[in-house]
T-cell receptor, first 114, second 115 residues
Framework: AQSVAQPEDQVNVAEGNPLTVKCTYSVSGNPYLFWYVQYPNRGLQFLLKYITGDNLVKGSYGFEAEFNKSQTSFHLKKPSALVSDSALYFCAVRDTSGYNKLIFGAGTRLAVHP | GAVVSQHPSRVICKSGTSVKIECRSLDFQATTMFWYRQFPKQSLMLMATSNEGSKATYEQGVEKDKFLINHASLTLSTLTVTSAHPEDSSFYIC???????????FGQGTRLTVV
C-alpha cells in the first residue's frame, strides 16, 4: 500500500536558522512527490514537486527538497527560516491507482520563533 | 496556474438545515474533483471523488446520504451537507487533481460551523 510518513508533529526553529521538515514515502514504481503549505483556515498552497530529473528540487518562497530514492525520503528544507514560514506543511505522493488522488502525510506544524 | 475557487469560505448554520459548498475550476475543465474534510490540527481525510456526469465515489465510512455530491458540469462540483449536526462542523476542502506532471489545485476551504 502506498503511504507517506511525516514523523514530526511539530518542528521548532529560530528565525534565520535552517529548517528541515521530514517526509518518507512508500510507493510502487516511481513516485510523484509534493509539498504543500497550509495557513490557518485556508486551502493548501503548492510549494514544490518531484516528478523526475534532479534530486534537488527548488520551489516557492525559498524552499527546496531533496529526493533520496535509497532512503525513500523527500525532506523539505530552507536555508534561513522566517517567522512567516510558520504554518502546517504536508508531504504527499500521487496515488497511481487512478484519478491521480494524493496520499497525504499527517502534516508537520512548523513554528519559527523570532 | 490553474485556479480552484471554493465558496463560501465560512458558513454557520442551524442543526437540521442543509448547506451547499461550491467548488469551481476557473480556467480549466475538471472531470474529477476531490472533497476532503479536515479536523483541527489533523491531515486531510478524503471523503469522496466527484466525477462529471456520473455518481461520486465515496470513501469507506462516509455517509452518501449525508454528504451529497453533484458534479453538474466540467467546471462545478458541489458538496451538500444535509441535515447538518454539530459533529459535521469541520473544514472542507475541494481539489482538482493534477494531470501528467502537474500538481493538484486546492480550493480555499470552507469552515462549517453547525450550531
Amino acid at each position: 500500500a502506498q503511504s507517506v510518513a511525516q514523523p514530526e508533529d511539530q518542528v521548532n526553529v529560530a528565525e534565520g536558522n535552517p529548517l528541515t521538515v521530514k517526509c518518507t514515502y512508500s510507493v510502487s514504481g516511481n513516485p510523484y512527490l509534493f509539498w504543500y503549505v497550509q495557513y490557518p483556515n485556508r486551502g493548501l498552497q503548492f510549494l514544490l514537486k518531484y516528478i523526475t530529473g534532479d534530486n534537488l528540487v527548488k520551489g516557492s518562497y525559498g524552499f527546496e527538497a531533496e529526493f533520496n530514492k535509497s532512503q525513500t525520503s523527500f525532506h523539505l528544507k530552507k536555508p534561513s527560516a522566517l517567522v512567516s514560514d510558520s504554518a502546517l506543511y504536508f508531504c504527499a505522493v500521487r496515488d497511481t491507482s487512478g484519478y491521480n488522488k494524493l496520499i497525504f502525510g499527517a502534516g508537520t506544524r512548523l513554528a519559527v520563533h523570532p | 496556474g490553474a485556479v480552484v475557487s471554493q465558496h463560501p469560505s465560512r458558513v454557520i448554520c442551524k442543526s437540521g438545515t442543509s448547506v451547499k459548498i461550491e467548488c469551481r475550476s476557473l480556467d480549466f475543465q475538471a472531470t474529477t474533483m476531490f472533497w476532503y474534510r479536515q479536523f483541527p490540527k489533523q491531515s486531510l481525510m478524503l471523503m469522496a471523488t466527484s466525477n462529471e456526469g456520473s455518481k461520486a465515489t465515496y470513501e469507506q465510512g462516509v455517509e452518501k446520504d449525508k454528504f451529497l455530491i453533484n458534479h453538474a458540469s466540467l467546471t462545478l462540483s458541489t458538496l451538500t451537507v444535509t441535515s447538518a449536526h454539530p459533529e459535521d462542523s469541520s473544514f472542507y476542502i475541494c481539489s482538482a487533481p493534477g494531470q501528467g506532471a502537474s500538481e493538484a489545485f486546492f480550493g480555499q476551504g470552507t469552515r462549517l460551523t453547525v450550531v
